[in-house]
């Protein structure tokens, strides 16, 4: 098959993305696909529908609807782990029957739900109290990986769709192992009205532990070492029940995820508290349907139709058969500016791998990098090399059609006019990456430096209006986009060893920071630096 | 002159005595629940003192009649005499806009309501733009209500000064003659524009809040330094440029006029962007200090109050009311139920308010009687300082409660007494 699609890549890799257009006014109309609110257009992307049918054929050569029955019948698709990957089965609507290996998981699923809600509840109506009685005001999402990027990007993409409390809450983030935003956030936070959220899969990730610990020291300093004083400012949330009641956190404010729910495909459980703090329970299920809508889409609509696989075989055909190896993406809503990072991790942690399922080295490239950040910006970043650099990159542009339609304030009119002139630079620079010279006037009476190649082939997904719904849909096509392509490239999507050993590395490396035992046995780069530290 | 009261108020009900007393035809207008309604029954339980005696004197001489809030001013009614709660703005605006088309030229509407700053420009805008009418004709003025509880009636009759809020001058006029009685031995009357008036009262009543505010900080404060707040009181009471008034340490203030409509400036000037800072930091401290009896009920039972009972005493917002308008009750239940603790309400008139805003629950029980309130309790809040409260038969509490458990919310009773009787203790800065 792949040297059929080569051959094929052969026929067309000359034409210019100009030409395409040029030579078929329908082109749009024969590549682009919906669902629900999302248009997603690839007519900008190097390939015909010829390709397409190709690429079909692959998916099938490589099984993609027996995996597809796999992934949503609870197998083990995670062989590696031995585990299934149902985070599909956090956004099954209430009532809907999933029993897999006896047990009913969407009973569960909503069974967790619920106790979400009246934490949320709680919180929201400011009868939350800290040890002292005060409301809580503030709640720190302490958390890494997945269990801070979805959260966090979010939230902070669906700052318009807040939920109404009865006095001010606001929701924070702290991740990094050396405590940089823990630290700046205990300074202006007061302890007897902070309520900490301790999110961690396995709950003994050090990252998110030493936060913890920090956080919980910082508390008893003010507040002292009573019982209250844990049970009152901090919740968990984890599938290890065991180590959670140890780290302290008492019984009814632990919420539960399950082994077959991954930690970069967990926001959609219990792991997604923060967010439904932020927007309350109707946007979060809001959020679940969206998620739900494209379940549905992925599993029964038409290949030909069907987004998650047309932007999976789209990606395959840049990778594997053009050549190229990176990938932008380009929001141009500044509320959107954390996707980027987040779809690096579902990209990267899941298909940046080299071993197939069958324990072979791979035969072909697998995922791209992907980078990205919000389109405006990036205009006067990094956009440069994609006009006139000498790599190839075919872009992702991400963007909401309407915006600031229901806001009522003295500026609305100025921000619907911005917004206009955000739409209009994302289409500007999608045509001028296509099309170059082309899109232009005269283009050859210009000096070389001010031309532009073009034939940079790009996709753009375009929302009705950004909305728990619509968002949660979008980033369940990734995902779905993502397992697709690990079934082209027979990889294990749901694993992630390649971020485990250095972790182990450095408890070593800790006991000689800290003057415990000898250095010993390391490089001369590591022994070098070791040895400045310690000076 | 025949001049219509309309409100509920004290202020209504000692305009309307004290101007029949200077030979006044006075049609006060109340609601079915007022006060004014019970003159005659021997039930009027507004304790101020003199006002009863007055009314009654004032009724017998036939000057004073009572009457419905909703009736429309006698015809030959010229003075239309505004004395309404706070949130009858609305009210004020349909009174004045149906009044006749061919009143007085010198119809006066004098307002004392307190309503947010600018009210009164309002309400003269709706009596100039009535359909038909002359707009040239009649004049709303402010006149704030400057009294003092326990000294209403000296307070008008004798008062120190009076702010009249006036744009036209015949309406000043007007005003000085109507109190010409009470402002004999030197002119007290203090002319300016009927929004400075306005202003000048919300500034009073922001004054006012700011004291009791800071005083709540400081018993807050007192609380964890081992001091009694009372002396600090008494001592801060003794200096003269302090003085004793609104010093009283205690768990919030509520009521209609401290809300926070009232406190604001117009709907009009709210777009100027500027906002009373202070103020609204002052309202902020009191939200939270009704909630302090509840944080102390919290860490004395170490953060369990799943199954407690709870009794609290007084709900209506101050003494002497059966309004339940902002009043710390509220928030101390809502906090309580969603601790999944049962309450127990007495109230000597506010029970019929608390009902309507609760509705039916399991874990509200309103008693008529104190005690049955308190049987069983796991605690006993004093939240509304009824004077029925003050020296309650301890001994019977004692052995009627679960726990004898006291959080005075006022500061009216004695630790060193209560202690002795047995009981745990806490006031607000005294324990």
């Known amino acids: ?535 | 002159m025949f001049i219509a009261v309309y409100g509920d108020t004290l202020c209504a009900m000692v305009s309307a005595a004290a101007l029949a007393s200077t030979g006044h035809q006075v049609t006060l207008h109340v609601s079915p629940g007022g006060v004014a309604n019970t003159l005659n029954t021997g039930n009027f339980s507004l304790r101020e003192p003199g006002l009863a005696d007055l009314m009654l004197e004032q009724k017998r001489e036939g000057r004073l009649q009572v009457v419905g809030l909703d009736q429309r001013p006698d015809p030959r009614v010229t003075v239309l005499w505004l004395a309404l709660a706070p949130d009858l703005l609305d009210y004020a605006h349909e009174l004045v806009r149906s009044l006749p088309v061919d009143i007085d030229p010198e119809f006066l509407v004098v307002n004392q309501s307190t309503f947010p700053v600018g009210s009164t420009e309002a309400l003269q805008h709706t009596m100039q733009s009535r359909e038909g009418a002359d707009a040239r004709h009649g004049a709303v003025v402010s006149v704030p209500d400057l009294l003092t509880e326990g000294a209403a009636l000296n307070g008008f009759t004798r008062s120190a000064h009076w702010l009249v809020g006036a744009d036209i001058p015949w309406a000043g006029r007007l005003v000085a003659e109507i109190l010409r009685p009470f402002n004999r031995r030197r002119d007290s009357i203090m002319s300016m524009r009927p929004r400075e008036a306005e202003f000048t009262k919300l500034a009073i009543n922001g004054m006012l809040a700011t004291r009791l505010s800071f005083m709540n900080d400081m018993a807050n404060l007192a609380d964890s330094l081992d001091v009694d707040i009372e002396r600090v009181r008494q001592g801060m009471g003794a200096d003269q440029r302090i003085g004793e008034a609104y010093l009283y340490p205690g768990c919030g203030f509520g009521g209609l006029s401290f809300s926070r409509d009232v406190m604001s400036l117009a709907s009009t000037l709210q777009h100027s962007g500027l906002q009373a800072q202070l103020i609204e930091e002052v309202l902020q401290i009191n939200e939270r200090q009704k909630e302090a009896l509840f944080r102390k009920l919290w860490q004395h039972y170490d953060t369990e109050l799943t199954g407690r009972k709870v009794t609290i005493w007084g709900a209506a917002f101050k003494p002497e009311s059966s309004r339940i308008d902002n009043a710390p009750a509220l928030k101390l239940i809502t906090a309580l139920w969603a601790q999944g603790a049962e309450v127990h309400v007495h109230d000597p008139r506010a029970l019929p308010a608390l009902a309507a805003w609760a509705g039916e629950r399991d874990d509200l029980v309103l008693h008529d009687d104190p005690y049955e309130a308190a049987a069983g309790a796991d605690a006993l809040m004093l939240v509304t300082e009824w004077k029925a409260y003050w020296s309650p038969d301890f001994k019977r509490l004692h052995a009627e409660m679960n726990k004898p458990l006291l959080l005075d919310g006022r500061n009216v009773w004695d630790p060193e007494f209560v202690k002795r009787a047995g009981f745990t203790y806490y006031g607000i800065g005294r324990r």
């Open chain 1, 1 to 535: 098959m792949w040297r059929v699609l080569a051959e094929h890549a052969n026929n067309i890799k000359d034409t210019h993305l100009a030409q395409f257009f040029a030579d078929d006014s329908q082109r749009f109309e024969r590549l682009h696909a919906d669902c629900g609110p999302l248009l997603f257009d690839y007519s900008k992307q190097r390939l015909t529908v010829e390709t397409l049918e190709r690429l079909f054929d692959l998916a099938r050569q490589q099984q993609l609807p027996e995996w597809i029955d796999r992934l949503f019948g609870g197998e083990p698709v995670n062989s590696t782990e031995g585990r299934a990957a149902m985070h599909w089965a956090l956004r099954l609507p209430e009532g809907a029957s999933c029993v897999v290996d006896g047990q009913d998981v969407a009973a569960q699923v909503h069974e967790q739900l619920r106790r979400m809600e009246r934490i949320v509840n709680k919180v929201h109506s400011g009868q939350w109290r800290g040890a002292t009685g005060e409301v809580v005001t503030d709640v720190v999402n302490i958390g890494v990986g997945g269990s801070d990027l979805g959260p966090q990007m979010m939230v902070e993409a669906l700052c318009d769709s807040a939920a109404q409390t009865s006095s001010r809450l606001t929701v924070h983030f702290a991740s990094t192992m050396d405590g940089s935003q823990l630290s700046q956030l205990l300074r202006t936070l007061n302890p007897h009205s902070t309520l900490f959220i301790i999110s961690s899969k396995s709950f003994t990730t050090i990252d998110t532990l030493s936060n913890a610990d920090t956080a919980r020291c910082w508390l008893q300093h003010t507040l002292g070492d009573k019982p209250g004083v844990l049970h009152c400012h901090f919740l968990g949330v984890s599938s290890a029940v065991q180590k959670m009641t140890e780290w302290g956190i008492s019984e009814e404010h632990q919420l539960q995820i399950w082994d077959w729910v991954g930690g970069r495909y967990s926001m959609w459980s219990a792991i997604g508290l923060p967010i439904a703090l932020a927007i309350g329970m109707h946007g979060f299920r809001q959020m679940l349907a969206g998620a739900h809508l494209m379940d549905e889409h992925f599993r029964n609509a038409d290949w030909s139709q069907n987004l998650p696989v047309l932007m999976a075989l789209v990606g395959v055909w840049n990778t594997n058969v053009l050549g190229i190896n990176a990938q932008a993406v380009l929001p141009y809503d500044g509320r959107l500016k954390q996707l980027p990072l987040y779809l690096e991790q579902l990209e990267m942690e899941s298909n940046g791998k080299s071993v197939t399922r069958d324990g072979q080295p791979v035969e072909h490239q697998t995922c791209p990098i992907i980078w990205g950040d919000v389109g405006p910006n990036a205009q006067h970043a990094f956009y440069q090399l994609l006009h006139q650099g000498t790599e190839a990159v075919t872009c992702d542009f991400i963007l909401p059609a309407r915006r600031y339609e229901q806001a009522r304030d003295e500026v609305t009119a100025e921000l619907i006019a911005q917004h206009e002139l955000a739409l209009a630079n994302c289409l500007a620079q999608s045509r001028l990456l296509a099309l170059g010279d082309a899109a232009l006037k005269d283009a050859d009476q210009l000096p070389i430096y001010q031309r532009y190649r073009g034939n940079q082939p790009s996709s753009t997904l375009l929302l009705d209006e950004l909305t728990p719904y619509s968002l949660g849909a979008l980033v369940a096509m990734y995902e779905h986009k993502v397992f697709v392509q690990s079934v082209i490239w027979d990889i294990n999507p749901f694993d992630q060893w390649g971020v485990e050993m250095g972790k182990k590395l450095a408890v070593d490396t800790l006991a000689w920071i800290r003057g415990q035992g000898e250095v010993s046995g390391v490089d001369s780069s590591t022994a070098g630096l070791l040895g400045r530290i310690l000076k």
